[in-house]
């Protein structure tokens, strides 16, 4: 009983109801329009004396508001109203103005509906509640049974007053059941009339997945610059340490390589986060800030990412072809992202093979692909932990962007991360 009650009179059945009216409302001017012309066809009547004529113009109004739906801020209107009054969740409806002719038709579809429905309901809540209330009050008021009203003879009998009330109070719940089910029906049918099409919902999908890919973006370029950043430091520091009271020459060395790490890396942790105080996504734009942003390349920075990697005690065998350092023969994207494969590549030598451990670097080209060779023995190789494997995971989505591949486990004696990336047809 309670679950019925809540459904006639509870606040989203109030809600739609209102919607309704508000359809009703804007059904009158059409209604207007069409009585001009019901009133001479019918010989000059009175229309608004005429339940028929009424209904006729009605009827005569509904062609003309789907001809106004076609304006261009019909949908967006109508999706909002719907959206907070009818309870539709906003994701299934479309806020932007109909284009195509199916959107224009569907929208026309719904605006004919809402004020057809708006109409009827409107009509019954301005005629039924007074009617109602005149027949639950019937009984105790004689004056209303004089004749002046104008109601059938029957209501002077006895058993015809007994049972008012309760055809009042009968008429008044016939009334909200009407306005709920038709509330119901429009807010099940407006996703369909009203909500983006298949276009609209792959335009959605597609802005999602680049809102994905630049996050993701983001993540890899803090990950592998911050990421690397703290391992080396932190290598460093530990070394420069523990040879305080020996080694003054080399802590001094270590302490300009943290300097210079550090530096560095609040340069491209402020290029990442301008990007991100644009406002605008990479890409949406002919310059694309990632092409802007001072990102370190492999031609012109693979040297110094050497040099602070070898000054926190890894060695580091590195075997690089010319080409491969000739800004004139790699592309730029390919120089950067290679930069940061082999940063990567090297970081995580540095936090799982620990100091002393001979590392080998190869940077070759071959077939019109550059490859990058990192390897450390086995022992090292870079265990699984809560919350970690974002390297690795970071250079296959590198490799892959660029049309490359990357492979990385255990052969034999060593772990090798081999990467190999296209020169030709970069994006």
Same mark, same amino acid.
């Given at each position: 009983m309670t679950a019925l009650a809540r459904s006639l009179f509870g606040r989203r059945a109030? +809600?739609?109801?209102?919607?309704?009216i508000l359809g009703g409302a804007l059904a009158m001017p059409y209604v207007l329009v069409g009585s001009v012309v019901v009133g001479p066809v019918a010989g000059g009547a009175n229309v608004f004396g005429s339940l028929r004529l009424q209904l006729a113009s009605f009827a005569l109004g509904l062609p003309l508001a789907a001809l106004t739906s076609l304006f261009p801020l019909t949908r967006p209107l109508e999706s909002g109203v719907v959206r907070w009054l009818c309870g539709v969740e906003a994701d299934r409806l479309a806020y932007g103005p109909a284009r195509t002719r199916g959107e224009k038709g569907r929208t026309a579809a719904w605006f004919t509906?809402?004020?057809?429905?708006?109409?009827?309901?409107?009509?019954?809540?301005?005629? %039924?509640?007074?009617?109602?209330?005149?027949?639950? %009050?019937l009984p105790f008021v004689p004056a209303l049974r004089e004749g002046r009203l104008g109601l059938p003879g029957f209501f002077q009998h006895t058993w015809a007053l007994v049972l008012s009330p309760l055809a009042g109070a009968a008429m008044l719940v016939a009334l909200a059941g009407c306005a709920a089910a038709c509330g119901t029906l429009l807010a099940r049918w407006a996703p369909d009339l009203l909500g983006p099409s298949a276009a609209d919902r792959v335009a959605a999908a597609e802005a999602r997945a680049a809102d994905l890919a630049v996050r993701n973006r983001l993540a890899r370029e803090l990950h592998d610059s911050v990421g690397h950043a703290l391992s080396a430091v932190t290598l460093q520091a530990s070394a420069a340490r523990r040879v305080l009271d020996t080694d003054p020459e080399f802590v001094r060395e270590a302490l300009a390589a943290i300097e210079d790490t550090t530096r560095r890396? %609040?340069?491209?942790?402020?290029? %990442? +986060?301008?990007? +991100?105080?644009?406002?605008e996504?990479?890409?949406?734009?002919?310059?694309?800030?990632w092409d802007t942003a001072p990102a370190p390349t492999l031609a012109a920075d +693979?040297?110094?990412?050497?040099?602070r990697t070898r000054a926190g005690g890894l060695r580091v065998d590195a075997t690089v072809a010319a080409v491969a350092t000739d800004p004139r023969a790699l592309p730029p994207p390919v120089s950067r992202e290679a930069y940061r494969i082999v940063q990567e590549g090297l970081s995580n030598a540095l936090r799982h093979a620990g100091e002393k451990v001979a590392v080998t670097l190869r940077v070759e080209v071959l077939d019109r692909h550059l490859r990058i060779t990192v390897e450390n023995p086995v022992g090292s190789?870079?265990?699984?932990r809560p919350g970690g494997g974002h390297g690795l995971r970071?250079?296959?989505?590198?490799?892959?962007?660029?049309?490359?591949?990357?492979?990385a486990g255990p052969e034999g004696p060593v772990w090798r991360l081999h990467v190999r990336l296209p020169l030709k047809g970069t994006a």
């Amino acid at each position: 009983m309670t679950a019925l009650a809540r459904s006639l009179f509870g606040r989203r059945a109030r +809600l739609r109801w209102i919607h309704l009216i508000l359809g009703g409302a804007l059904a009158m001017p059409y209604v207007l329009v069409g009585s001009v012309v019901v009133g001479p066809v019918a010989g000059g009547a009175n229309v608004f004396g005429s339940l028929r004529l009424q209904l006729a113009s009605f009827a005569l109004g509904l062609p003309l508001a789907a001809l106004t739906s076609l304006f261009p801020l019909t949908r967006p209107l109508e999706s909002g109203v719907v959206r907070w009054l009818c309870g539709v969740e906003a994701d299934r409806l479309a806020y932007g103005p109909a284009r195509t002719r199916g959107e224009k038709g569907r929208t026309a579809a719904w605006f004919t509906l809402h004020l057809g429905a708006g109409g009827i309901v409107a009509g019954m809540s301005l005629a %039924v509640p007074p009617f109602a209330g005149t027949l639950i %009050v019937l009984p105790f008021v004689p004056a209303l049974r004089e004749g002046r009203l104008g109601l059938p003879g029957f209501f002077q009998h006895t058993w015809a007053l007994v049972l008012s009330p309760l055809a009042g109070a009968a008429m008044l719940v016939a009334l909200a059941g009407c306005a709920a089910a038709c509330g119901t029906l429009l807010a099940r049918w407006a996703p369909d009339l009203l909500g983006p099409s298949a276009a609209d919902r792959v335009a959605a999908a597609e802005a999602r997945a680049a809102d994905l890919a630049v996050r993701n973006r983001l993540a890899r370029e803090l990950h592998d610059s911050v990421g690397h950043a703290l391992s080396a430091v932190t290598l460093q520091a530990s070394a420069a340490r523990r040879v305080l009271d020996t080694d003054p020459e080399f802590v001094r060395e270590a302490l300009a390589a943290i300097e210079d790490t550090t530096r560095r890396t %609040v340069g491209e942790l402020d290029a %990442v +986060l301008g990007v +991100l105080r644009d406002g605008e996504a990479p890409g949406d734009t002919p310059g694309d800030p990632w092409d802007t942003a001072p990102a370190p390349t492999l031609a012109a920075d +693979l040297d110094g990412l050497l040099r602070r990697t070898r000054a926190g005690g890894l060695r580091v065998d590195a075997t690089v072809a010319a080409v491969a350092t000739d800004p004139r023969a790699l592309p730029p994207p390919v120089s950067r992202e290679a930069y940061r494969i082999v940063q990567e590549g090297l970081s995580n030598a540095l936090r799982h093979a620990g100091e002393k451990v001979a590392v080998t670097l190869r940077v070759e080209v071959l077939d019109r692909h550059l490859r990058i060779t990192v390897e450390n023995p086995v022992g090292s190789v870079p265990a699984p932990r809560p919350g970690g494997g974002h390297g690795l995971r970071g250079i296959a989505d590198r490799a892959r962007l660029l049309g490359g591949a990357a492979e990385a486990g255990p052969e034999g004696p060593v772990w090798r991360l081999h990467v190999r990336l296209p020169l030709k047809g970069t994006a």
